[in-house]
C-alpha cells in the first residue's frame, strides 16, 4: 500500500527555536503514522535588519532522522515559483504550512499557489496567529494572500479560530490546542538542576523563559517583584531568553524597582539541550504576557509538570485551568505580585505539578494529526 506523501513547510532545521522545533517533532509524528514526511525550510528566513536576536541559526547536528531540505528564499519571488513547482512534482498528497507571521504570507502563499496547480493536493495551514501581536503595514493584505489557496484551517486557540472569520467563512477549519513540547528531555532532579545551571541552591526560583518582546511583559514581572509582597524574599526571577527588546529598558527596571539581588539573568539563546534543566530547577513558570493567542512555553512547562501563572490574555486562561494548575491574572504588577506570593505561601508546587501531569494528557500530537485528518481527506 502507497505510504501517504506529506510536505512541511516552514521554520525547520539549521534554523533554531520554537517554530523550527515544532515542525521537526510535527513531521516525527507524522513519520510514525506511517506518512513519507519531507520538510522545506529556508535558505533566508528573514533579512538581517528584520531579525531582532543575535542569530537565527541552530549550533548543533540536523535531526538524523528527518528529510529536511533547505530552498525557500523569504524574499525571493522567483525562488517561491520554483519551490512550489518543485513541491507539486513530489506529487504530495497533504502540505501542512506553518503560519506566524504576515512577512511570510506572499512567500507561503505563491508556494501554495503553484502546489494548488495539483487538484489533488490538499494544502492545511496550522496557524499561531492570523492577526500578530505586533501589527505592521500591510499585515491583513499579506495574509489574504496566504490564505486565498490554503484550504482548511487548524487555529491552536479559540481566540484565533474567531480571528479567521475576520479573512474566510467558509473553509473548514478547527481548534487543537499547541500539543506538547516533549522533544526536551525528561525531567531531571531539582537540586541537580541547579547545580548544571550555577543557581543557589537555598534559593527558589519562578521562571519566565523564551524569546523576550515587549507583548511578553517582562515589565510586569519585574514590577511586581519591585511589591511588598515579593521584594527582599528568597524568591527569584530566573530570565532565560535572548532579549528580541530593548535590553536596557528591562535592565533599567530591575534598577529602578531594586530587586538586584532577586533577578538572575540568562539571556543568551537556551539550545535545546539546556532547555530541561531550566524546568527542572524552576519551582513554577510565569508567563505575564501582555497579548497572546497560546503559547509553546505552557507546553514545555506542561511537559516538565510545572505549575503556570499567566495572564488572562488570548488563549492562556483555556491552557491553564485557575486554581488547579496554576493561577489566570489580570496584567497588573501588583496582582501578579500576590499570585506569585500565594503560590510560595501555600506551598502549591506539589499539588498544581500533580494536577498538570493529568491536565497534559490531552495535548497530544496525536490529537493534532486527527484534526488535521478530520478536515481533509486523503
Known amino acids: 500500500m502507497k505510504r501517504p506523501k506529506l510536505i512541511i513547510v516552514g521554520t525547520s532545521w539549521p534554523f533554531r527555536g520554537g517554530l523550527a522545533a515544532y515542525n521537526e517533532r ?3 509524528e507524522y513519520q510514525s503514522q506511517g506518512y513519507d514526511v519531507t520538510i522545506f525550510t529556508f535558505t533566508l528566513q528573514y533579512p538581517g535588519f528584520l531579525f531582532p536576536g543575535k542569530t537565527q541559526m541552530a549550533d548543533w547536528e540536523a535531526p538524523a532522522h528527518l528529510d529536511i531540505r533547505q530552498e525557500i528564499n523569504s524574499i525571493h519571488p522567483l525562488n517561491w515559483i520554483r519551490v512550489g513547482n518543485r513541491i507539486r512534482k513530489m506529487e ?7 503560519y506566524w507571521l504576515p512577512f511570510m504570507g506572499p512567500c507561503f502563499g505563491t508556494i501554495a499557489r503553484r502546489i494548488k496547480k495539483r487538484k489533488s493536493c490538499h494544502i492545511v495551514t496550522i496557524l ?5 501581536h505586533e501589527k505592521r503595514v500591510g499585515d491583513r ?3 489574504k494572500y496566504f490564505i486565498k489557496p490554503v484550504d482548511a484551517f487548524v487555529a491552536m486557540s479559540e481566540s484565533v479560530l474567531k480571528d479567521t472569520e475576520t479573512f474566510d467563512t467558509k473553509k473548514p477549519r478547527a481548534f487543537c490546542p499547541h500539543p506538547l513540547f516533549d522533544n526536551f528531555g525528561e525531567k531531571i532532579e531539582k537540586e541537580a538542576a541547579k547545580r548544571h545551571l550555577g543557581l543557589d541552591p537555598q534559593k527558589r526560583y519562578a521562571l519566565f523563559f523564551g524569546f523576550i518582546r515587549d507583548y511578553k511583559g517582562l515589565d ?4 511586581a517583584f519591585g511589591k511588598e509582597a515579593l521584594k527582599g524574599s528568597d524568591i527569584t526571577l530566573l530570565i532565560a531568553g535572548e532579549f528580541y527588546a530593548n535590553e536596557s529598558f528591562y535592565l533599567d527596571l530591575v534598577k529602578k524597582n531594586g530587586i538586584e539581588a532577586q533577578v538572575e539573568l540568562h539571556t543568551d539563546f537556551i539550545p535545546d539541550h539546556n532547555v530541561k534543566y531550566y524546568f527542572s530547577a524552576a519551582d513554577v513558570v510565569v508567563q505575564p504576557y501582555k497579548t ?7 507546553q514545555i512547562a506542561y511537559h516538565f509538570n510545572k505549575p503556570m501563572i499567566v495572564t488572562n490574555v488570548g488563549g492562556l486562561p483555556e491552557i491553564v485551568p ?3 494548575v496554576g493561577f489566570v491574572v489580570e496584567k497588573d504588577a501588583g496582582v501578579l505580585a500576590q499570585a506569585i506570593a500565594r503560590f510560595y505561601r501555600e506551598e502549591l508546587e506539589a499539588p498544581f505539578s500533580a494536577a498538570a501531569e493529568q491536565e497534559k494528557k490531552k495535548y497530544s500530537w ?11 481527506e486523503i
Open 141 to 143: 493584505l499579506f495574509t
Open 322 to 324: 485557575d486554581g488547579k
Open 292 to 298: 497572546a493567542t497560546q503559547s509553546g512555553i505552557s
Open 92 to 98: 504530495p498528497d497533504l502540505v501542512i504550512i506553518k
Open 128 to 132: 499561531d496567529n492570523i492577526i500578530p
Open 220 to 223: 510586569l514581572v519585574l514590577e
Open 26 to 28: 510535527l513531521a516525527t
Open 366 to 376: 496525536n490529537r493534532m494529526v486527527t484534526t488535521i485528518k478530520n478536515l481533509i
